[in-house]
């Protein structure tokens, strides 16, 4: 099966291609079941790079390429920018709400991966056989990352 690509230009409100991409791939590889997952850890690669990586310049392109990957599926995110030092965080974000994006992009990826600097990312997703320990781990991650922002909010 071809691997499938999208390119936006750096505006946050090009989100709304991302999500209509990740959709289209879901029903056409009939993924629907983990287009949740897929979505919220893809939709904060695309954040990060088109704030972060390109520092919302729309003359500047985010990249994100669908393909296989052994045993399920994987989305890759580039940008134009410099990359990051993605050595220095954790698994748990930041105070101040920072690295919240690359804890939910970790947390609910079975595999991430960067490269140039850290101006790509690269998400792995197992489609067949998921853990059912895994599954309620993200469940629990996501209601955690709700229930933190709903208090902020409040």
């Given at each position: 099966?071809?691997?499938e690509k999208i390119i936006i230009q750096s505006d946050i409100n090009n989100l709304v291609e991302?999500?209509?991409f990740i959709?289209?791939?879901?029903?056409?590889?009939?993924i629907n079941n983990y287009a949740a997952t897929i979505s919220m850890s893809?939709?904060?690669?695309?954040?990060?790079?088109?704030?972060h990586g390109n520092h919302s310049d729309a003359s500047k392109q985010v990249t994100i390429v669908f393909d296989h990957c052994k045993g399920g599926v994987s989305f890759?995110?580039?940008d134009e920018g410099n990359g990051f030092d993605y050595a220095n965080y954790g698994s748990i974000p930041a105070e101040e709400g920072k690295g919240m994006g690359l804890y939910l992009m970790n947390a609910l990826s079975d595999k991430i991966s960067f490269?140039?600097?850290g101006s790509v990312v690269r998400m792995e997703y197992v489609i067949d056989g998921i853990a059912a320990s895994s599954a309620l781990e993200r469940i629990m991650t996501l209601k955690n990352y709700y229930a933190l922002k709903t208090a902020v909010n409040a």
């Open positions: 099966m071809p691997m991302v999500e209509q959709d289209d791939v879901c029903g056409n590889y009939n893809l939709l904060q690669a695309v954040k990060n790079a088109i704030v890759t995110v580039a490269q140039n600097n």
